[in-house]
């Protein structure tokens, strides 16, 4: 089944040029083609990019380094760190302890705004353990048909959960130990709650 590496996505127009157009985010790309063999450049500047990825090295700065031009450059730097996202999720042990749950928008075209009236931005949805590991994961709705998969399949039952009163967390309830978190104009009440994930948004 092909997915979107991006949003998850299975739903795909298929493109005379042979390339998968994702109905939900508009990523176009051959989803099954493997990109390091099948690509014109070389394998020294292939070597080369992996190189400067490690290092940090902007796209911009090496626009005069490299002889392929910034959106090329760019271009295999997101395929680099989608390859880590994907190792790094494949690699991924349950969370446990006290967890803070939270969903937000980001991206778009209007920056510093951020939350449900903002309009033209992603959804992504976080998982805080206090120790300060952090995982987000794009999502395309609120509905528990989205939330709930991703709270089961990263945190351990008997954890302790933080979240707000969206209806998608009800049935952390029977999971472990739920705390609902009251808010007042987005800033939570109470001293027992650290609020760690809207730290880490911010």
């Not at 302890?97 to 309009?119: C, L, Q, S, V």
């Not at 120790?131 to 990263?154: D, H, Q």
């Not at 707000?164 to 109470?190: C, E, M, Q």
């Amino acid at each position: 089944m092909k997915k979107c590496p991006r949003f998850g996505s299975q739903k795909f127009w298929l493109l005379s040029a042979g390339q998968n157009h994702c109905g939900q985010c508009g990523l176009t790309r051959k989803i099954h083609k493997d990109l390091w063999p099948s690509t014109r450049i070389s394998p020294y500047w292939k070597g080369r990019l992996v190189e400067y990825f490690c290092l940090g090295v902007s796209a911009y700065r090496l626009r005069f380094q490299v002889p392929y031009d910034r959106k090329t450059i760019q271009r295999w730097f997101r395929f680099f760190r989608e390859a880590i996202y994907v190792h790094h999720h494949e690699e991924l042990s349950e969370l446990s302890g006290e967890i803070e749950m939270d969903e937000t928008k980001f991206g778009g075209y209007r920056p510093g705004k951020r939350g449900w009236g903002a309009a033209g931005k992603h959804l992504v949805f976080g998982i805080c353990q206090r120790n300060g590991k952090v995982l987000t994961f794009p999502i395309s709705s609120r509905s528990i048909r989205e939330l709930v998969p991703l709270m089961t399949a990263y945190t351990k039952p008997g954890s302790l959960y933080y979240t707000d009163n969206w209806h998608a967390y009800t049935f952390l309830d029977i999971r472990g130990n739920h705390v609902v978190v009251s808010k007042d104009k987005g800033r939570p009440k109470g001293r027992d709650h650290i609020n760690s994930i809207e730290g880490f948004w911010s």
